[in-house]
T-cell receptor, first 114, second 114 residues
Framework: GENVEQHPSTLSVQEGDSAVIKCTYS??????FPWYKQELGKGPQLIID?????GEKKDQRIAVTLNKTAKHFSLHITETQPEDSAVYFC?????????????FGGGTRLMVKP | AAGVIQSPRHLIKEKRETATLKCYPI?????VYWYQQGPGQDPQFLIS???????DKGSIPDRFSAQQFSDYHSELNMSSLELGDSALYFC?????????????FGSGTQLSVL
């Protein structure tokens, strides 16, 4: 089955700096890559996603890049703010109409210091 | 916008007891996924339902069962509870219409088995 690895496991940045989280996946058939933000005591919140037919997607301060050949994708957060502090999970799945089981990476705890 | 609703938020049970977790998907969503998240772990897929039929099965113990009802809400039934079942249980819902499925998670049920 699919295996997703995520690095780093913890990341501390100064407010205003950029943060980058990287993930690799094993199954070349995976075609959908969402990113979730999870705050303490809450469920994962979808913040951005990318499908295999594009290489980059941006939404305000958040961007995701995908390299299908190398089977890795990254989350970029610019101008970080203290409220960006949370655990971030990448995930991968094969969307084939019959299901969308997400396989998650191990998570990255992002701490933004004021 | 309406989100995925899970109940109860917290549940405390003794070993060998049973528990029932409920999930109410976002209106007009036809698919429900159940995930288990241990402390400091990433969410692990348990089971999913599409249009009231089981769609995919992950690492769900035989002691657990689930179903999706005619109103699309879902229940996860857990019997002979073990200490290791203590975890956050998340439900996610999605719509497969249109071919670009996105999963939205509820706030979870924190199950503690004593």
């Amino acid at each position: 089955g699919e295996n997703v690895e995520q690095h780093p496991s913890t990341l501390s940045v100064q407010e205003g700096d950029s943060a980058v989280i990287k993930c690799t996946y094993s199954d070349s058939a995976s075609n959908y890559f969402p990113w979730y933000k999870q705050e303490l005591g809450k469920g994962p919140q979808l913040i951005i996603d990318i499908r295999s037919n594009v290489g980059e997607k941006k939404d305000q301060r958040i961007a995701v890049t995908l390299n299908k050949t190398a089977k890795h994708f990254s989350l970029h957060i610019t101008e970080t703010q203290p409220e960006d502090s949370a655990v971030y999970f990448c995930a991968a799945s094969i969307q084939r109409g019959a299901g969308n089981m997400l396989t998650f990476g191990g998570g990255t705890r992002l701490m933004v210091k004021p | 916008a309406a989100g995925v609703i899970q109940s109860p938020r917290h549940l405390i049970k003794e070993k060998r007891e049973t528990a029932t977790l409920k999930c109410y998907p976002i209106p007009r969503h036809d698919t429900v996924y159940w995930y288990q998240q241990g402390p400091g772990q990433d969410p692990q897929f348990l089971i999913s339902f599409y249009e009231k039929m089981q769609s995919d099965k992950g690492s769900i113990p035989d002691r657990f069962s689930a179903q999706q009802f005619s109103d699309y809400h879902s229940e996860l039934n857990m019997s002979s509870l073990e200490l290791g079942d203590s975890a956050l249980y998340f439900c996610a819902s999605s719509s497969r219409t249109g071919g670009q499925e996105k999963l939205f998670f509820g706030s979870g049920t924190q199950l503690s088995v004593l």
